[in-house]
């Protein structure tokens, strides 16, 4: 008799509902912040202490076994391509929502509670103090100091320098296979770390959903209902209708990515945050059929610029606090719009609260109060959650779509990856 088993989801599934009930059962009391903050916390910085390591590694590894400066320069510049085309898409897709649904007429702002965005404007000012533009993107990715770069979990920086390196063990032949086999070392003990702290993943999920729902309780989402709903319907059509499109495009079904990525959706969803499937998603899609040099060098660098879930819901969002003002904004606005978030939404990945930061940086050009922003604080959290969902599927396809690009795409089907040991790791490999 075969012995019952609940997979990892399911295990994140049910901390999430139990974090949702523990929240809302005791919601505005600080007990809950004070005992499961330390455990979430906990969680996300496990999976930050394995990120940086994970991405040196694999990517050294695929790019000394590549070898070619002018392949990877043109990876680079496709996968460039590729990211400011499906984001753009992504921006039109929540301007196109918000005039057409129109979430923010006729609601009444008394009847709205406003949260706490000082921090976000603090983060805003000190990024505007320094240059955001294009060139200055472009001039930051060479790290004058990589070890800091590591610390800060810069990642444009770190992928530079990883390149770089796995271009100079390639060109030095036969001294370069020590360091070879030390970074494949570090890569597979990365993995198995990787699997053994998803094992903490549910209790993670519980802390962190818990602690968000006893801060702004159920009741904060009727009023901004409308909103929510449309962040999610549209969340949904750009997944299914234009990731499942270019999916469709290069002979795959987005259906199939989302079948062989269940697990990190449903982690990425409970913790909004994309950083703690990087890993993962990584191993699957290497599994599913992209070389290793392309997922390890796209799904990073996607982070920065490949933000598809973050970029829609800012359009929308944007749009939606001009309603609740009843500021109508004309074609020339809008498009003024989409090429300032085209630039702001680059480069700053790794900023707390960056969908924020981003609007903050963006209504002031087209007349927008930043006040606004207070009004969907308290809901933020849950509507990160979609937005990070997408981000995470649609980082995935593009490593798919770069390897068909590249003519490099050898499909394996949907594989599982959540090995145990070591010894089940070197099984698969050997096999």
Not at 363 to 385: W, Y
Request: proline letters at 3%.
């Amino acid at each position: 008799m075969k012995k019952f088993k609940i997979t990892l989801g399911f295990q994140i599934l049910i901390g999430l509902i139990l974090g949702i009930i523990v929240g809302a059962i005791f919601y505005g009391n600080p007990t809950v912040e004070t005992y499961l903050q330390p455990i979430g916390t906990m969680f996300i910085n496990m999976i930050k202490m394995i990120v940086v390591p994970i991405i040196i590694s694999t990517l050294i590894l695929g790019v000394a076994g590549t070898g070619d400066l002018k392949k990877l320069g043109k990876l680079g510049g496709k996968t460039l391509i590729y990211f400011e085309v499906v984001t753009t898409i992504a921006i039109i897709v929540g301007l196109l929502s918000a005039n057409i649904f129109k979430p923010g007429e006729g609601l009444d702002m008394s009847a709205l509670s406003k949260g706490d965005i000082d921090q976000y404007i603090e983060t805003t000012e000190e990024l505007q103090s320094e240059s955001h533009g294009i060139l200055d993107i472009i001039a930051n990715i060479v790290p004058s100091n990589v070890i800091q770069s590591m610390s800060e979990g810069d990642m444009l920086p770190i992928i530079f320098f990883s390149v770089l390196f796995g271009l100079g063990i390639a060109a030095i032949g036969e001294k370069g296979k020590p360091v070879l086999v030390f970074f494949e070392g570090v890569a597979d003990a990365m993995f198995w770390v990787t699997n053994l702290i998803m094992k903490f993943a549910p209790f993670g999920v519980f802390a962190l959903i818990g602690v968000s729902v006893s801060k702004f309780g159920l009741e904060s989402l009727i009023p901004l209902g409308k909103l929510m709903i449309l962040v999610y319907a549209t969340m949904l059509f750009f997944i299914v209708v234009v990731l499942g499109g270019i999916a469709k495009l290069v002979g795959i079904s987005i259906f199939q990515i989302i079948k062989l990525l269940k697990d990190e959706l449903i982690l990425a969803y409970s913790t909004s945050s994309s950083e703690t499937v990087l890993p993962k998603v990584m191993q699957k899609m290497e599994k599913f059929g992209c070389p290793k040099d392309i997922a390890s060098f796209v799904i990073p660098t996607g982070y920065s610029f490949n933000l598809d879930g973050s970029t829609l819901y800012q359009a929308l969002a944007a749009l939606f606090i001009a309603q609740i003002y009843g500021i109508d904004l004309s074609i020339s606005e809008q498009i003024t719009l989409v090429l300032v978030l085209m630039v702001t939404s680059k480069g700053i990945a790794g900023v707390p609260g960056v969908s924020f930061v981003v609007l903050l940086a963006t209504l002031g050009t087209v007349g927008i109060p930043l006040e606004g922003l207070a009004f969907i604080a308290g809901i933020d959290r849950l509507l990160d959650m979609a937005r990070t969902v997408v981000n995470v599927v649609g980082n995935a396809l593009a490593t798919v779509v770069m390897s068909k690009w590249e003519g490099r795409f050898v499909h394996k089907g949907v594989v599982e990856t959540n090995y145990s040991s070591v010894e089940e790791l070197s099984e698969i490999k050997t096999s």
